[in-house]
């Protein structure tokens, strides 16, 4: 009797010395947010969350749909980013695979020739024999504590966070291209606006060159005139080189790097930003992918805690083996066996070392929760200030443009009283200085209008959704798990 129960007195001794397994308990990530953004208009339109997944359509821009839409088929970084999430799948389901069965099909052919040297064969020995044998050996580790579940939850948890990954890369491309987009057009409106200032610079040069003829202009007033013509001129080759650059970088970026930059108009025109959709703080836990990556991340980290506090625990497995074997010859005979058995095991002397394994777990769980805590708050941080300058925009364009108007104006009047010898040139140069400094700013404050607005649709979360698969052309879309 007492030796019936041996077992099970052992498996309980080695449960009991598992027990003393501290149980982890990671902390709370500590994730305060207001109820909402400081800097958020609240005359916001309410907007359905598949137009934020895809913002750009908002801008009703035909020419900012297609680069995008080409960007995320056929760029190097949606190419990269899709076989970066291949991998991630691949790595997930070597884990997942790793807690099931386990089991190798073995065969095996030997042929024999025994030749009798000397004496007489009274044995039966001699002669020629053939062997074979066949077998088949699975090993199946039981779940007793929950230590294979938590192998495969890690594992689901890291597939997610690396899914995840993959749509904040691709978010990022699109918020680019669409930033790359708006800077060559706030140098093409530059560029009309540089050649228009040459145009007026060289009919202000052409008047001082007539006046210099008749002796109505000093020989020194049509010098600068002059001079103001080379500048602009040189202005514009700038603004031409500097153009050809943005159009080679947009075409890098949506994947057209061998097309000249001529295939690719860019028209001098900044139109007004789309209003920024009504949100809240709460939302960019949902919205944000590298905040899901950040929470996906933890849980993984989590159960790799607890995975190493069970690797602390016994282990039952169960081994099978089977199989078939055939001799041939004088005394040939078939043979058929099966074995079942059963193993338990429990570290002991490797115990220290799975202590530290432990430690180490539970380490790098708390820097998960801060990173998730960090993300949150970058999140955030982001969101309010794209905002805020949003919000700082709307203001600036209505005061610059008053004052681009007014500069316009009072140059118009300068050079008309000049032309008339009422103004001086020194005046006239100063208005036009101004003129051309205000409308600079005008132009570069419609970028960046643009360019906010673009940075804020990103920080809210724009620009991807969990129904859309991993797909570049000439490869298999691969559908991507969604968040527990």
Known sequence: ????????????????????????????????????????????????????????????????????????????????????????????????????????????????????????????????????????????????????????????????????????????????????LFQARAIAVQLADARETLRIAEDLAASAQLGLAHGLVAGGDAARLESDVGNARAEVTRLEASLRATKRSLLVLVGRPDEPTDSLPIEAVLAPPPAIPAAAPGELLIRRPDVRAAQARLEAAAAGVEVDRLNLFPRLTLNASGGLSRTTGPFGVDVGFWSLGAGLAMPVLDRPRLMAQLRMSEARGNQAVVSYESAVQTAFREAENALTATAANRARLVDLDRATDRARYAFDAARKGYGLGLTDLTTLLQSERAWLATRTSYTAAKAQALTDTVSAFRALGGGWSTETPAFIPGQTPLHLPVAR
């Open 1 to 180: 009797m007492f030796s019936s129960n041996r077992p099970l007195s052992l498996f309980c001794l080695l449960a009991g010395l598992a027990g003393c397994a501290p149980a982890i308990d990671l902390p709370p990530p500590a994730t305060p947010l207001p109820a909402r953004f400081e800097s958020q208009d609240r005359a916001a339109p309410a907007v359905p969350a598949q137009a934020i997944d895809r913002w750009w359509l908002l801008f009703g821009d035909a020419q900012l749909d297609g680069l995008i839409e080409t960007a995320l088929a056929r760029s190097t970084s949606a190419r990269s980013a899709y076989f970066r999430i291949r991998e991630a799948r691949a790595i997930y389901d070597q884990s997942v695979a790793s807690t099931w069965p386990t089991g190798n099909i073995a065969a095996s052919a030997t042929a024999q020739d025994n030749n009798i040297l000397s004496g007489r064969d009274v044995t039966g020995q001699g002669g020629r024999s053939n062997s074979y044998a066949a077998s088949f050996s699975p090993s199946w580790e039981l779940d007793l504590f929950g230590r294979l579940a938590n192998v495969r939850e890690g594992a689901a948890f890291d597939y997610e966070a690396a899914a995840f990954d993959y749509h904040a890369s691709l978010m990022v491309l699109a918020a680019d291209v669409g930033t790359t």
